[in-house]
């Protein structure tokens, strides 16, 4: 499928809600060959996200509230699958997906298409937290199992910290007080000295931050494990080794500046430490970070299939998405900058069809179906983290992230011999 028919192909995934359709695909087709060269408006970036997420979300939600995610999801795991238990895969489907659509689904209520298909959605999104953990239901998780449930519960409760008020307060009690007991419960988890750390640490940052009990040692532990492992100009170790991939992407900035957002935020204690300057230095890295993902991108929006777990598709950009997000973009990268350069990435990994199955749900892949690709632990629950990316939809329509002027991107620069900034080393 040529990339010019990205529009199309994200149209009929979401035709059920009817939100490329009806919010500007027809003007959207009509841009299509301008678009390729050029930077596409913020209007049309928006529809093909908001219809990515759609028709990402549709099949597991659905399925999820209706209790049927068990039956109906065609699991698919990779040659090399280590023979751990395969039900791991409906929470990391679950828990990934809704921490990349939690800020979306928690925008007001509005009568327009992509309104009227997110507050559906939202709804889902309700039901499927209460079914995940209700022990009655088809679908409850996993939460019993091995020690990968410690890894997407994380995600699980990233969800909720992104979007408490339409996540967390619309749920019944009985559903809360299952949810922090499931989430409690995997304190029988000990994490190796690896990215896990802050799995374990995200999971106490989020009971703190609803005022439940919390275990601060495995929130402190992780954060000064982190900064340990930090080798400078933006980049983390994850553990004792590098590992050049996008781990930092995956897990290590994200998490550990929305923990430090909740420690500093409660004021909680950090041994001789101040949270509020940990906060600042961990988000300063974390753009830092940004700068060389944004650096990454070519001309056509592809970028280094490098590393562990590249299946993850787009989520190696989760740290430039949760920047624009968050309004933190570095003064360096200029928001219509990043939506042109993330646009392009996502028509880059996501026109191929065979990235979903007919059913309409992930498959093991980096552009298009490719199970070879996958590592031992993976399976197409795993892959679901790629709704990271998706977290500008947060952000408003009018928001000036979706209204500035498209901006080519560094490499856009560079290639067509035009002035772009040089690139330094920093040293915090």
Request: charged share 20%; hydrophobic share 45%.
């Amino acid at each position: 499928m040529e990339r010019r028919n990205f529009i199309q192909a994200l149209a009929a995934g979401a035709a059920a809600g009817g939100i490329a359709a009806s919010q500007g695909a027809a003007a959207a087709t009509a841009n299509a060959a301008t678009a390729a060269n050029a930077g596409a408006s913020g209007a049309e970036a928006r529809a093909q996200l908001a219809a990515l997420a759609q028709k990402m979300s549709e099949p597991v939600l659905t399925n999820m509230a209706a209790g049927t995610l068990k039956k109906n999801f065609a699991l698919e795991v990779s040659p090399t699958w280590d023979g751990r238990d395969k039900g791991v895969t409906y929470l990391e489907c679950f828990g990934r997906l809704i921490a990349g659509i939690a800020p979306w689904l928690a925008l007001p209520d509005d009568g327009t298409p992509e309104g009227r298909t997110r507050k559906r959605l939202h709804q889902l999104a309700l039901q499927s937290y209460t079914n995940s953990v209700d022990p009655a239901s088809p679908d409850y998780l996993l939460w019993k199992g091995p020690g990968q449930t410690l890894v997407d519960s994380a995600y699980f409760t990233n969800a909720l910290m992104r979007a408490p008020q339409a996540l967390w307060e619309p749920l019944d009690a009985r559903t809360k007080q299952r949810i922090i007991a499931e989430i409690k419960s995997l304190r029988r988890i000990e994490p190796p000295y690896i990215n896990w750390m802050l799995f374990a640490a995200m999971n106490e940052a989020w009971l703190m931050s609803i005022g439940e009990e919390f275990d601060p040692m495995r929130m402190n532990v992780a954060i000064r494990k982190i900064n340990e492992w930090y080798v400078g100009d933006g980049w983390i170790k994850d553990g004792d080794a590098f590992h050049f991939d996008y781990y930092n992407a995956f897990v290590m900035h994200p998490m550990l500046v929305e923990i430090l957002d909740v420690l500093d935020a409660k004021k909680g204690a950090f041994w001789n430490g101040k949270p509020e300057e940990l906060r600042a230095q961990a988000i300063k890295r974390m753009q830092r970070y940004g700068e060389h993902l944004e650096r990454f991108i070519s001309t056509d929006g592809s970028f280094p299939p490098i590393g562990r777990s590249l299946t993850y598709r787009t989520a190696a950009f989760q740290p430039l998405a949760l920047l624009a997000l968050r309004k933190q973009l570095p003064q360096s990268l200029p928001e219509g900058q990043i939506r042109a350069a993330m646009h392009a990435v996502h028509k880059a990994v996501w026109s191929a069809p065979s990235n979903f199955t007919k059913d309409g749900y992930l498959t093991i892949g980096f552009v298009g179906h490719q199970p070879e690709l996958g590592d031992w632990y993976s399976n197409n629950g795993s892959m679901y983290i790629a709704s990271a990316s998706l977290l500008p939809l947060g952000l408003p329509p009018n928001d000036s992230y979706w209204t500035a002027p498209a901006q080519d991107w560094t490499q856009k620069k560079a290639f067509a011999g035009a002035r772009f900034p040089k690139d330094y080393p920093v040293n915090y």
